[in-house]
């Protein structure tokens, strides 16, 4: 099994077509082609040529659909442009600034082939006679805002970056549910420690998504939590209807990884504004749902380790 090189670094290694990665030695392994293809057929060999007498847990990362940091652009396979030019545009980007117009095509054609390498894999685990017996997570670690939101692609509170898609399927994991409770990337590593029959540790936190999918969760949070770094030094929770986000101004988001001191930045109602298009920070008719929204906020802070903060209020 190989693995690509850690953090930002490994679009560094590789472009969208050919480049390199490291095996489980350290070995620099060369690869031509589409990436998402090549790393696919890493994963293929993997499962071929593995001990089949044991189980086996195989986490595999694509870079696709993250921008290409050295191109500072999104590199779907050739043809995307073309396969993917009359997108219909998302409503958080309908007239707003960013890069979307140019890249959304390859960003789309970034996402059919990890939906087409993913099928892949399951094909394998057919051949194999263990699909049935395997379980599948789908997921990312963040989406994208193409710079709408600030001056760079992920680091915002916003659901173009922290709404990411998030799959089951196998036991555990079946009749094709759709879960509308708030869960986060926090609930990924206790869903899989059950998936083996393993208690998770108590230092970790987050839930299994287990409990939702069958009907034994109680007290599910209502509320997501979310840190923002190196855009900024920021605080948010993610409710059914609310999104409320604070940031710490004299701070450096690369340099700080917390403050004292908070000052109110956004307020979304997810209902009525599902693009998050009308920020309702210091509108004195919000003034009692961004005070029983702070008071989550800092809870929540205080139950990440965090010391409890002053949140200053805005008001217009």
């Excluded at 998050?276 to 809870?299: A, F, H, P, Q, W």
Aim: net charge negative; hydrophobic share 30%; aromatic share 10%.
């Amino acid at each position: 099994m190989l693995r690509t090189k850690a953090s930002s670094y490994s679009k560094l290694g590789s472009n969208g077509y050919g480049g390199y990665m490291y095996d489980k030695d350290m070995n620099k392994v060369e690869f031509s082609g589409y990436r998402a293809d090549a790393v696919t057929d890493f994963a293929l060999d993997y499962l071929q040529n593995r001990d089949k007498t044991n189980p086996f847990f195989l986490f595999l990362s694509y870079i696709e659909p993250h921008h290409q940091n050295d191109r500072n652009r999104y590199e779907g396979p050739k043809g995307s442009k073309e396969r993917f030019n009359g997108f219909e545009v998302p409503g958080d980007l309908v007239d707003t600034e960013g890069d979307w117009r140019e890249n959304y095509p390859d960003y789309l054609g970034c996402c059919a082939s990890i939906d087409w390498n993913v099928g892949r894999l399951r094909e394998e685990l057919k051949r194999q006679g263990i699909a049935k017996d395997t379980v599948i997570v789908y997921t990312s670690d963040h989406g994208s805002h193409f710079k709408t939101r600030n001056s760079e692609y992920k680091r915002s509170c916003h659901e173009g970056s922290i709404r990411i898609p998030l799959l089951a399927y196998g036991p555990g994991f079946e009749g094709g549910r759709i879960v509308h409770e708030l869960v986060s990337s926090i609930d990924i590593p206790p869903t899989l420690l059950a998936c083996g029959d393993i208690d998770k540790p108590q230092t970790m936190r987050g839930r299994c998504l287990q409990e939702l999918v069958n009907g034994k969760a109680v007290d599910w949070p209502q509320e997501v939590y979310i840190q923002i770094s190196e855009s900024q030094v920021g605080r948010a929770i993610r409710t059914k209807r609310w999104k409320y986000s604070v940031c710490a101004i004299d701070k450096d988001g690369w340099n700080d990884s917390c403050s004292d001191v908070y000052v109110e930045e956004f307020l979304y109602d997810l209902e009525k504004d599902p693009h998050e298009r009308n920020n309702l920070v210091g509108c004195s008719e919000y003034r009692d749902v961004c005070d029983k929204l702070m008071s989550i906020l800092k809870t929540r802070m205080v139950e990440a380790g965090e010391k409890g903060a002053k949140i200053i209020k805005v008001e217009n």
